[in-house]
């Protein structure tokens, strides 16, 4: 059976692929309003200020968020697995990213 739940997609919502992860995204995350963007242009916008300014991100941040995406493709392989899905939300991944990298 195929549920709008199960059809994940990843994106990195940000300019730079190798300074953001990828973050799990479905159609059931958009549950929010027509306007929401998910936090995806504050997280492009940080991310490219921190590629203008060629700043480093420290090894801990860079771990935290390889985390994000660990995770989201660690859920992915449960999901295909028929277990339960309690991956964060594409949202709430990027929420954590912004507050880690305003941390830098």
């Not at 929401?36 to 090894?59: F, P, Y």
């Not at 801990?60 to 995770?71: A, F, G, K, Q």
Request: glycine share 2%; net charge negative.
């Amino acid at each position: 059976s195929s549920d709008v739940d199960d059809h994940s997609h990843f994106f990195t919502a940000a300019s730079d692929p190798i300074l953001a992860k990828y973050k799990r995204f479905t159609f059931a995350d958009t549950i929010r309003s027509e306007k929401d963007d998910h936090g995806s242009n504050e997280l492009w916008n940080i991310c490219r200020n921190i590629a203008l300014q060629k700043l480093r991100l420290t090894g801990d941040i860079l771990d935290m968020l390889s985390s994000i995406e660990n995770d989201a493709l660690a859920e992915l392989d449960i999901q295909r697995k028929n277990t339960q899905n309690k991956s964060l939300s594409f949202a709430d991944a990027v929420r954590i990213e912004i507050d880690l990298l305003q941390k830098k």
